[in-house]
């Protein structure tokens, strides 16, 4: 990607929709304001000049106050409309930014640290916001200033502004690569402080793994490593800081020095007056001034050019495809046809080609590593195939709209996921149809839910904790199960759902099961065989290719992986009974 511009920054703001209203305002006012101060030196020029104490009449004294008064209120209502308007476009930019990664396919999240990702959502997007609320407004009355107060110097005295004119550009000079500097820089920290906050958001979400394998100090030091490699870019800008703004004002008092000692002279031979000299002083300062506010402002803008380039390369990335098709009920049949799938040189599934008979129960079973999740996450859209089509019925499923195609399917996993929040957000979470207060029980009810939610002091309404880790893992899967059933999927995806659980929630929860699969097209990922035997369809997956599709009783005998799947199986199970009986 190229390195951002000015161009590329009022491109990413014209994207977040500005307040124009709201901003014309602040302008207006700002203007204003500087108009105002470039009002005050040719007053003291003209009482100077031609002093004395009858002209220091109500009428100026009450023009003085007015002017003062002017600049105060514009001053602040242009701060404040300015801070409401930056305000405004990061909240837009922050939302927009927001719907663009919901839109984002998975292969995405797979190559992205999801610190990166909220470290551009929060850090460069204030870095945005206090580019535009805290000095975009200096910078428009620094224009302000600097315009005016040139176009009446050369008024006063256009000598004594050439050499002013040609004076600054000398000084802009002398901090142009301390700037280019300071941009590579600004770049390096906003990459090093996103890479830091992945960090933090893996560690933290990961706490339980780091305290039970007893690496606190292993992380620890981890952590300070990357935090001290941050200081060390956060030196190198105090660095660049440090050299940039005392060169800078070293520069402009050297000019000043040159330009008041020329101006004393040309009082001294009578070739404009004191007042004239204290006036072009007064405006020089008016110069000055904001060409230092215009120097902390270029500084700002770098830092801002690495956030809109992280940020433009993150809008830049394509969401998921999506279709035009609305899903139809009832389901017909899912057919994978000729279906291939891999990524890096990786060849995971061959040529793979079977069907979902609708309102049947299809398992597919095979070793670890054969490429059966692949399937689930092919049959979500999660992925595309290199080859070959899923079709539901006569149409691809990549022709039918995202949110149809998924709002159809049901999927418990083997660790379901749960989000923060109460059992109630949980079961109605993703529902895009309304559902009473007797549907949500009876659901619970059939998942064998109700009564361990009921249990609870707050019932339906406890909350769960980050990850539902008040909640045992039976409890997690039962919820998903109740949540399925209000989902009223016409496809449920069930991977395994029991693996993981003690034997009294394994038969809970494979009760609600059988609930939940009764009259739906299941597919069902199995590791222990005997949870899938009376499936209407098995399929033997090995090496990422079909070797087998039956009954169980047809493929213990013509299957050899699957006979030695179930001879392995059903001696484990044997000397795990022997042991329990001694």
Not at 52 to 72: E, W
Not at 109 to 119: A, H, N, P, Q, R
Not at 293 to 318: H, N, P, Y
């Amino acid at each position: 990607m190229k390195p951002a511009t000015f161009t590329s920054f009022l491109s990413l703001l014209k994207k977040s929709e500005p307040p124009v209203g709201l901003l014309s305002a602040a302008v207006t006012v700002s203007i204003i304001q500087a108009l105002a101060a470039l009002m005050i030196p040719w007053f003291l020029k003209s009482l100077i000049d031609n002093f004395s104490i009858d002209q220091v009449t109500p009428g100026l004294v009450a023009l003085f106050i007015t002017v003062f008064i002017v600049q105060m209120i514009s001053n602040a209502f242009s701060i404040y409309w300015l801070q409401v308007a930056g305000q405004r476009i990061v909240a837009n930019l922050r939302t927009m930014l927001w719907k663009h990664l919901l839109a984002l396919p998975i292969p995405f999240y797979d190559e992205t640290k999801s610190g990166e990702l909220v470290s551009r959502l929060n850090n460069d997007a204030t870095t945005l916001q206090q580019l535009l609320s805290e000095q975009l407004v200096r910078l428009l009355t620094s224009i302000v200033s600097i315009v005016g107060a040139i176009t009446i110097l050369f008024f006063l005295d256009w000598q004594m502004t050439l050499v002013m004119v040609i004076a600054v550009p000398l000084t802009l000079l002398i901090i142009i690569p301390l700037v280019r500097k300071l941009h590579q820089i600004s770049r390096e920290t906003q990459k090093e402080l996103a890479g830091l906050s992945g960090f933090f958001a893996e560690m933290l979400g990961e706490v339980r793994l780091v305290k039970s394998q007893a690496t606190e100090t292993y992380e620890m030091e981890r952590g300070k490593t990357r935090i001290e490699h941050l200081f060390g870019f956060g030196v190198k800008e105090g660095k660049i800081q440090a050299i940039l703004l005392p060169v800078f004002n070293v520069a402009l008092t050297s000019m000043l020095i040159v330009i008041i000692s020329f101006g004393a002279y040309r009082v001294s031979t009578n070739q404009i007056t004191a007042g004239e000299l204290v006036a072009f002083s007064l405006y020089l300062f008016q110069i000055m001034t904001p060409l230092v506010t215009m120097t902390e402002f270029v500084s700002k803008l770098q830092k801002a050019r690495g956030a809109t380039e992280r940020i433009s390369e993150l809008l830049e990335e394509r969401p998921e495809q999506d279709g035009t098709r609305q899903v139809e009920r009832p389901f017909a049949a899912v057919h994978f046809n000729h279906l291939s799938f891999g990524y890096d040189d990786t060849t995971l599934l061959h040529d793979v080609t079977f069907s979902l008979p609708r309102g049947q129960t299809t398992a597919i079973v095979g070793p670890s590593g054969s490429g059966k999740s692949t399937l689930f996450a092919l049959l979500e859209r999660f992925y595309l195939p290199t080859n070959g089509q899923i079709e539901l019925g006569f149409h691809a499923i990549d022709q039918f709209e995202l949110a149809s195609w998924r709002n159809a399917i049901g999927y418990v996993a083997q660790d379901s996921p749960v989000l923060s929040g109460t059992i109630r957000d949980n079961l109605l979470y993703g529902l895009t149809q309304d559902v009473t207060e007797q549907q949500i029980r009876d659901a619970a009810e059939m998942a064998n839910a109700d009564e361990f939610i009921s249990s609870f002091t707050l019932g339906y309404d406890t909350e769960i904790g980050e990850r539902g880790v008040k909640l045992s893992g039976g409890q997690r899967q039962r919820i998903a199960i109740a949540r399925a059933l209000l989902r009223d999927p016409e496809l449920l995806l069930l991977d395994e759902a029991t693996s993981s659980l003690d034997s009294e929630s394994e038969r809970v929860v494979q009760e609600a099961l059988e609930r939940l699969m009764e009259g739906r097209t299941t597919f069902v990922i199995a590791h222990r065989l005997a949870t899938v035997r009376h499936a209407d369809q098995i399929v033997v997956l090995e090496q990422g290719r079909v070797s087998g599709i039956g009954t169980h009783d047809t493929l213990v005998e013509t299957n050899v992986l699957y006979n030695k799947l179930v001879t392995q199986q059903f001696i484990g199970q044997t000397e795990t009974t022997r042991g329990s009986n001694t």
